[in-house]
């Protein structure tokens, strides 16, 4: 590229539209525009671009200001490369980099965000299955998929749904200047089965390119000028809320601001993105959860949560721990069933779900075997509690409920012997004793008295 056509692409205005020249012949063709804006990419952005070569008709990078090696690795890599003066606004921006499109289909990621080689085909695939109409408006015009923020180690934290990919028509364009969004035109296509990887929000990216900072600026400056819009109200505490986790030493005030924005959030009718208000609920109930003053307020907070969101994992967990407390135990029990299927059928990633329980779903199983216990449930009982000794043999407070099950249920003590020798080393002495006190805590004396006897044994 030459200087001058350099020099000519860094104007902030529209560039004009396709000619009747380059408008497709047939209205099924599919061509894809992935677009991107980018500043000091050079880490990300051969990953950005190459993830997306086998499917897009052309590649637009819209620089706002790069200072490192960006622009030249994009260039190199075929990209169509413009210049856009940044002016703390990134509707402005992506706008802009539609402005440049020529395709008929959009697909627009940030840097630090890719999609599969597999779920890039299917994304071609569906669009190809996507017939035109003659008026947009009765069509689909916009896709639906989840967002994945992986972590440092590539581990999946949070899931939500975003609309990256659309129509190249002029009812779609971004508004914000910061945490923009599109309006949405027409109808929108739900593929839960094509994902979008986000790697910018890791605790690494944070501190290399200080977006939170960044953003809380921009947002206070947005607030300035809308002081009453809740869905900047509601990022602008999550954001906060992303500092305070990645500070070692977080101030009260801002933990004050965090809490008072997200309890706009939870009592506001507006419209706003579910997985923030979620976040508003949980960090509520996270600051009143385990404390005897506020048992009242964690309870109709865990409610009101769960209510909105049945199918959150987080949210119907925290609610059933209440439920199992109260000895509310077949709603509690209804409730995990719920979330156990939720958990365990569906293949990938779990949409809206936050870290706690989808990283550790033993404490479904944990509250289940609760409920379970609490209905008098002794087939369920030994089932949840299998799950839960073989996952960690050394909970006395387990494996005892287990044992009183299996006896009750009329299995003779010498079988009970046996099912708890797959899972406890019975050559072991210490597993032996640690058998024989859950078993006189259980009522099975003489399961007790057998099991020590060959305990001594293997002591010698």
């Not at 690494?204 to 009453?228: C, G, Q, S, V």
């Not at 779990?350 to 779903?361: C, H, L, N, T, Y």
């Not at 009329?410 to 708890?420: K, R, S």
Request: charged letters at 30%.
């Amino acid at each position: 590229m030459s200087k001058k056509k350099k020099k000519n692409k860094r104007s902030n205005k529209p560039a004009p539209k396709p000619g009747p020249e380059q408008v497709l012949e047939s209205p099924d063709d599919v061509r894809l525009s992935q677009c991107m804006i980018v500043k000091n990419e050079e880490k990300h952005i051969k990953r950005a671009l190459e993830w997306a070569k086998p499917i897009a008709f052309e590649q637009i990078v819209v620089d706002t200001g790069s200072t490192d090696k960006t622009v030249e690795i994009a260039e190199n890599l075929g990209a169509k490369v413009y210049h856009f003066k940044w002016i703390d606004d990134f509707s402005a921006a992506k706008n802009y980099a539609i402005g440049q499109a020529t395709g008929n289909w959009i697909a627009f990621l940030d840097a630090d965000e890719y999609m599969s080689p597999e779920d890039a085909i299917k994304l071609m695939e569906t669009l190809k299955k996507i017939k035109q109409h003659p008026d947009p408006g009765k069509n689909i015009t916009t896709i639906r998929t989840p967002m994945v923020n992986i972590d440092d180690d590539g581990n999946a934290t949070d899931v939500f749904s975003h609309c990256r990919v659309y129509r190249n028509i002029e009812e779609i364009r971004y508004m914000g200047t910061i945490h923009e969004r599109i309006a949405a035109f027409g109808e929108v296509l739900v593929a839960d089965d094509i994902s979008i990887i986000h790697t910018g929000y890791s605790e690494a990216e944070h501190k290399e390119k200080k977006k939170t900072d960044r953003n809380i600026t921009m947002l206070r400056k947005e607030l300035e000028n809308n002081p009453d819009d809740i869905v900047s109200k509601a990022y602008l505490a999550d954001t906060i809320r992303s500092k305070l986790i990645l500070d070692h030493e977080p101030e009260k005030k801002d933990e004050d601001e965090v809490y008072a924005l997200f309890k706009e959030v939870i009592e506001s009718n507006e419209q706003i993105p579910d997985f923030l208000v979620k976040k508003a609920y949980l960090y509520h109930i996270g600051k009143v959860w385990k404390k005897p003053e506020k048992e009242e307020e964690c309870e109709k907070l865990c409610e009101a949560g769960y209510n909105k969101f049945p199918d959150d994992l987080d949210l119907g967990y925290y609610y059933a721990v209440l439920l199992n407390k109260k000895n509310g135990f077949s709603k509690a029990w209804k409730i995990l069933k719920r979330l156990e299927s939720t958990l365990t059928a569906g293949e990938g990633h779990i949409m809206g779900a936050s870290a706690r329980v989808q990283s550790e779903p033993i404490m479904i199983f944990g509250q289940l075997l609760m409920a379970a216990q609490g209905l008098g449930d002794i087939d369920n009982t030994i089932t949840y509690a299998t799950y839960l000794l073989m996952s960690d043999k050394n909970q006395q407070e387990i494996l005892m409920p287990y044992i009183h099950a299996l006896i009750k249920s009329g299995i003779p003590e010498n079988e009970v012997f046996e099912l708890l020798s797959k899972i406890y080393n019975i050559t072991s002495p210490n597993d032996l004793l640690f058998i024989a006190k859950a078993a006189k805590e259980a009522g099975a004396i003489e399961l007790a008295r057998l099991v020590l006897v060959l305990a001594k044994e293997k002591m010698g």
